[in-house]
């Protein structure tokens, strides 16, 4: 039987349950009699619908899996094409989901909290007009009963000034907050207006668009941050740009990264190419055992000079660093002047220059901690020192010419006898016209 005929015959099946009941007059059972019809009908629907699509062995198969069910079941459940294509919805649904997904997160990374923040343009407002009632009319009451206490001489009024004081300080106190607000209120505004969905901004440039001084933009800046108005903002180390956005400050430190590997390479380099040279230039002219010593001192002149880089030029220290650089160089230059010297630069090398080394570095790594006392102390004991040890130094260079000065006297002397021998000094000297 086709679904059709089921279908007719279920209406006809129901109008003769209502002749039935209008015939006999007994309605009692004629709600009860066309759900039943209705539901049978609706049942062999189903069956003839899914015997439509999956084949006369459907029946046999349903009623042996579901021997006691009378509940609609669809009938594309164990059909593979059905289960197939509903495996295909759910993949493609969760796919696109995740993609969704990821495309919002990349698109929250690149918006800066210009975008994403909204401040009332109100804000401080209702402290401000508080802040004015409270400081004027207690300030015109505190001004008022000192007046009078003044003219009377009465302490007792004492009890009505001290409040009326106390709340006029309380009322200038919210003014100034309130007012302090409104305006950091009006530069968000400002600011958001000129940065538009830019994720970094440059100082200079940003200052120069407002005019205003780079010194007020970046306070301004700072303030904003330190309020909880520009959540995720960040300055980067020089406090030259802001960055506004999580995408534009992973590249930040991806660019950082990258410049500190490049400066460590290139700091490398240059050591290695300083100390290749020396090796190249003078390994041939003087003993292994010289060369080594003046090539570990030139190791030592770089090294000093990368210690000074990390100190201000305005700290006295470097000024101490940049003289022991240049006592030192003297020395080596020395002995690679005259390679006997090397024995008495030995002690010089083993000892002397390793503690100096140790002594500077210990004064770059205070430098950057918090200046209390103990490290401001430390520091001062450390720069004194570096005078005693410039002066030791300069005591060790003097001592190396001072075999070459007596060369010299002696020199001198020789040939200042000679001249008197030859009468070529004292009375009989002839001076050239």
Known sequence: MSIGDEVINGIKETADTVTR???????????????????????????????????????????????????????????????????SFHTNTTADYVA????????????????????????????????????????????????????????????AVIPTLVFTILGIYFWRRGAKSKNLSDKFHLFKRFAGDSEYISIK????????????????????????MLLGARLDDEETTVILTEHAYDEYLKYQTA???????????????????????????YSD????????GKNYLVRVREINDKISDDDIMSDKLYKLEEIMKKIFDQVQKDPEKAPELRKFMNYYLPTTEKLINSYAELNVQPQGETVVKTKNQISNAMD??????????????????????????????????????GDKMQMPR
């Open 289 to 296: 055992e010289v060369s080594d010593l003046l090539s570990e």
């Open 259 to 285: 410049k500190k590997i490049q400066n460590a390479n290139v700091s490398k380099s240059t050591q290695e190419e300083k100390s290749n040279s020396f090796s190249n230039e003078e390994k041939s002219t």
């Open 388 to 425: 005693t040890i410039n002066s030791a130094f300069e005591k060790l260079l003097d001592d190396m010419f001072k075999e070459q000065a007596m060369d010299i006297m002696s020199d001198i002397s020789v040939m200042n006898t000679m001249f008197a021998q030859d009468g070529l000094v």
């Open 100 to 159: 969704n997904k990821k495309a919002q997160e990349e698109k929250l990374k690149s918006l800066s909290p210009f975008q994403t923040q909204s401040i009332s343009r109100w804000m401080g407002t209702g402290e401000t007009l508080v802040g004015g009632f409270l400081s004027i009319s207690f300030g015109a009451s505190f001004f008022i009963c000192l007046v009078i206490m003044l003219l009377s001489g009465e302490i007792g009024m004492l009890g």
């Open 205 to 228: 440039d940003f200052a120069n668009k407002l005019q205003m001084p780079q010194k007020d933009v970046l306070n301004t800046f700072k303030e904003l941050m330190r309020r909880g």
């Open 21 to 87: 009941a209008v015939e006999s007059g007994d309605y009692s059972r004629l709600s009860d009699d066309i759900t039943k019809t209705i539901e049978e009908t609706s049942k062999r629907v189903r069956e003839e619908t899914a015997k439509a699509v999956m084949g006369d062995n459907y029946q046999n198969n349903y009623q042996k899996n579901n021997p006691n069910s009378s509940s609609y079941s669809s009938p594309y459940v164990n059909n593979k094409w059905y289960s197939d294509i509903k495996k």
